[in-house]
């Protein structure tokens, strides 16, 4: 068990000990950390980002969010089937769906997955541009509704959205999106959303990011592990956070 | 005081009505019924353009849009979107070439106002008839957009302020056809400023999606304004070169010295566009990754004949040589030019509107599903709704030139 345990290669844990590789992995974290723009992908994400944004104040409460654990999604799809079942969507349709991403240069693990769904946004570039204020974020809990009742079915929205999270419903002929299955489990006294419930792997970790009790918080809001959001230039500001390790 | 001037002003109107526009309508009813057979059949065949291309439009609602139009989740704006801007960049720019004659007053290009004005009010509805089957809920639209208008959306500043150009053009015109010359003065220029403000606002809508590279920033708007009196020059040298060409009259000497000032304009319009069309590929060819795949998908990719030959060739340099070669006397090479222009600038709008949209948002992710171009290809309920419009623009004018006696300008 002991056999590769040689106790006479082992070092005293001292800075002149650390070698120059480990010295730089561990500089390359720090700068991902504090905000650096690395690999064109991961931006460490500033508490304002999480809390209201862009200076205008706003605080939800509770502010709902997720954060997504990337490396435990295995792409069993039993979110989407979950999300599919709870918001009637339509089978050209989706809320929520899960990317594959294979590196093939990768040592190791060369594929993953990255769920994706509508990242409720600060700064929504799709209200923004509705014209009918058919589609707004809600002021208590940040979540980006569509009104039916308002909803010309123009599509600036869709594309507006940096995150390609909404399709038209050719049922109601209306722009469909996700918001938390807020009208079929939140509002009646669910905690969860049905894809976070129906994840096996705890992928999907919903809750109040604004609440330093809940569990998103806690993986939002630590220096051990990068969390990053998808496509930060677009500075929409949004709610949904990836994890890894 | 008041009174009296309200008195002056309906004994004004009367007078009016009573000795040249009653009679004008009434010799107009005898105008339509001298039309050469040529005229004839070309109605007839834009009336059953029409014709078959609502029962497509009737279809397409009775299966649904996502049915019928080629558009995706990923490109949700297509061919229907495109064509109404090529209607709504036509119409504003006539607008603008109209308004340096009558409201600016350079005299050069006074004879081609009152033609211009219509054609403009033609193409504007011809464009919101487009829309209105884009739109999945366009009578829904009407009423929320004063309901719940939202301030900080350019479609709503864009729809309303199309609406109100739409409402001015049409009070222009008909001062014109009054000959209240001041008032159609005032009219026009209030339907300039709202074109303008809406077309710029229609730029916007692209270059204020900050999540859309391809759009995003202020040459959209900026880009629309030129390239619309660029589209304007062409349709109105077009379409009064077939005015004339129908009516068989001489062009006169004011008409003569307009066509000139239209070519050389055309020429400069043209050149600008050039020059905006060579610094946005410049500029793009340093972007992220996303921006250059959709640069090259034009200039090498599936998209490069619509590019090269359309809106290059097509829409722009050949014209250019022609209006040139053409020196402003040569009507027939300069109508075959803004031919050729109104088919390529029909095609920039399409490019314009699917390249934007081409190179999903996700790409830069490097996931499997969203590594290449994406595919857009428009569906014949799409094409036939095209052609209809197309078709209401064609027998508007034909309509419009005998109704209104070939738009003989009034003297200032």
């Known amino acids: 068990m002991f056999s590769k345990f040689d106790i006479d290669e082992l070092q005293k844990e001292s800075m002149d000990s650390v070698k120059p590789m480990e010295r730089r992995t561990f500089l390359k974290m720090g700068l991902l950390i504090s905000g650096v723009y690395a690999g064109g992908k991961v931006l460490q994400v500033k508490p304002a980002d999480?809390?209201?944004?862009?200076?205008?104040?706003?605080?939800?409460?509770?502010?709902?969010?997720?954060?997504?654990?990337?490396?435990?999604?295995?792409?069993?799809?039993?979110?989407?089937?979950?999300?599919?079942?709870?918001?009637?969507?339509?089978?050209?349709?989706?809320?929520?769906?899960i990317l594959?991403?294979?590196?093939?240069?990768?040592?190791?693990?060369?594929?993953?997955?990255?769920?994706?769904?509508?990242?409720?946004?600060?700064?929504?570039?799709?209200v923004r541009a509705c014209p009918t204020s058919a589609t707004y974020k809600d002021k208590e809990n940040g979540i980006i509704h569509v009104d039916p009742r308002r909803c010309i079915g123009c599509k600036t929205c869709m594309l507006a959205c940096p995150y390609n999270a909404r399709y038209l419903k050719s049922s109601t002929k209306t722009v469909d999106k996700c918001n938390f299955c807020y009208d079929t489990r939140l509002s009646r006294g669910e905690k969860l959303t049905a894809c976070a419930e129906a994840c096996p792997a705890g992928v999907r970790v919903f809750g109040d990011v604004s609440d330093p009790a809940s569990k998103p918080y806690g993986l939002?809001?630590?220096?051990?592990?990068?969390?990053?959001?998808?496509?930060?230039?677009?500075g929409a500001e949004p709610n949904i956070f990836y994890t890894k390790g | 005081m008041k009174t009296e001037s309200k008195t002056s002003v309906l004994s004004h109107v009367v007078s009016s009505f009573d000795s040249s526009v009653l009679k004008g309508w009434y010799s107009s009813l005898g105008e339509m019924v001298q039309g050469t057979k040529?005229?004839?059949?070309a109605m007839g065949l834009?009336?059953?353009?029409?014709?078959?291309?609502?029962?497509?439009?009737?279809?397409?609602?009775?299966?649904?849009?996502?049915?019928?139009?080629?558009?995706?989740?990923?490109?949700?704006?297509?061919?229907?979107?495109?064509?109404?801007?090529f209607f709504v960049v036509t119409s504003t720019g006539l607008c603008i070439i109209s308004s340096i004659g009558h409201i600016f007053g350079v005299k050069s290009l006074l004879p081609i106002g009152k033609r211009a004005v219509f054609l403009s009010i033609v193409t504007i509805c011809s464009g919101f008839v487009v829309i209105l089957l884009e739109i999945e809920n366009p009578f829904k639209m009407m009423l929320y957009n004063m309901l719940t208008p939202n301030l900080t959306?350019?479609?709503?500043?864009?729809?309303?302020?199309?609406?109100?150009?739409?409402?001015?053009?049409?009070?222009?015109?008909?001062?014109?056809?009054?000959?209240?010359?001041?008032?159609?003065?005032?009219?026009?220029?209030?339907a300039l400023f709202s074109g303008i403000a809406a077309h710029s606002n229609l730029g916007a809508i692209f270059g204020m999606l900050h999540g859309r590279e391809f759009w995003y920033g202020p040459y959209m708007p900026i880009y629309f304004i030129v390239s619309a009196m660029m589209s304007g020059c062409a349709a109105i040298i077009f379409f009064t070169w077939t005015a004339y060409r129908m009516s068989g009259k001489p062009y006169d000497e004011p008409m003569q010295k307009?066509?000139?000032?239209?070519?050389?304009?055309?020429?400069?319009?043209?050149?600008?566009?050039?020059?905006?069309t060579v610094w946005k590929i410049i500029t793009g060819l340093v972007g992220a990754e996303g921006k250059v795949l959709t640069i090259q998908s034009f200039l090498f990719g599936s998209y490069s004949v619509n590019f090269w030959v359309f809106e290059v060739l097509?829409?722009?340099?050949?014209?250019?040589?022609?209006?040139?070669?053409?020196?402003?006397?040569?009507?027939?090479?300069?109508?075959?030019?803004?031919?050729?222009?109104?088919?390529?600038?029909?095609?920039?709008?399409?490019?314009?509107?699917?390249?934007?949209?081409?190179?999903?948002?996700?790409?830069?992710?490097?996931?499997?599903?969203?590594?290449?171009?994406?595919?857009?290809?428009?569906?014949?309920?799409?094409?036939?709704?095209?052609?209809?419009?197309?078709?209401?623009?064609?027998?508007?004018?034909?309509?419009?030139?005998?109704?209104?006696?070939?738009?003989?300008?009034?003297?200032?």
């Not at chain 1, 205008?56 to 979950?82: F, N, W």
């Open chain 1, 100 to 126: 594959e991403h294979v590196e093939e240069r990768a040592i190791g693990q060369k594929r993953e997955f990255i769920p994706v769904l509508c990242n409720q946004c600060n700064n929504p570039p799709c």
């Open chain 2, 153 to 190: 959306s350019n479609i709503w500043w864009m729809g309303t302020l199309y609406g109100a150009y739409m409402f001015f053009m049409i009070l222009e015109f008909s001062f014109l056809l009054l000959n209240w010359h001041r008032t159609a003065i005032i009219a026009g220029l209030i």
């Open chain 2, 314 to 412: 097509l829409g722009m340099v050949i014209p250019l040589v022609m209006m040139l070669v053409s020196k402003g006397r040569k009507y027939g090479m300069m109508a075959l030019a803004s031919a050729m222009m109104l088919v390529g600038i029909f095609v920039m709008r399409f490019d314009l509107v699917v390249l934007g949209q081409v190179v999903s948002v996700f790409h830069e992710l490097g996931v499997n599903e969203y590594k290449g171009i994406l595919e857009y290809t428009p569906s014949f309920h799409e094409w036939a709704i095209v052609i209809g419009a197309l078709s209401v623009t064609a027998l508007t004018f034909l309509l419009g030139e005998k109704i209104f006696k070939g738009h003989v300008a009034d003297e200032h």
């Open chain 2, 38 to 41: 040529k005229y004839y059949m």
């Open chain 2, 46 to 85: 834009f009336w059953l353009v029409i014709y078959a291309s609502t029962l497509v439009a009737l279809d397409a609602i009775s299966v649904g849009y996502h049915e019928a139009y080629g558009v995706t989740r990923e490109i949700p704006w297509g061919l229907l979107i495109s064509t109404y801007i």
């Open chain 2, 258 to 276: 307009a066509m000139q000032t239209l070519s050389k304009l055309t020429v400069l319009l043209i050149s600008i566009v050039l020059f905006f």
């Open chain 1, 50 to 97: 999480a809390f209201g944004g862009h200076g205008k104040g706003a605080s939800y409460k509770p502010h709902y969010g997720m954060v997504i654990r990337q490396h435990l999604c295995v792409d069993c799809e039993l979110c989407v089937e979950a999300c599919t079942k709870t918001n009637d969507v339509p089978s050209y349709g989706y809320r929520t769906r």
């Open chain 1, 220 to 234: 939002i809001y630590q220096l051990q592990h990068p969390v990053w959001v998808l496509r930060p230039e677009s």
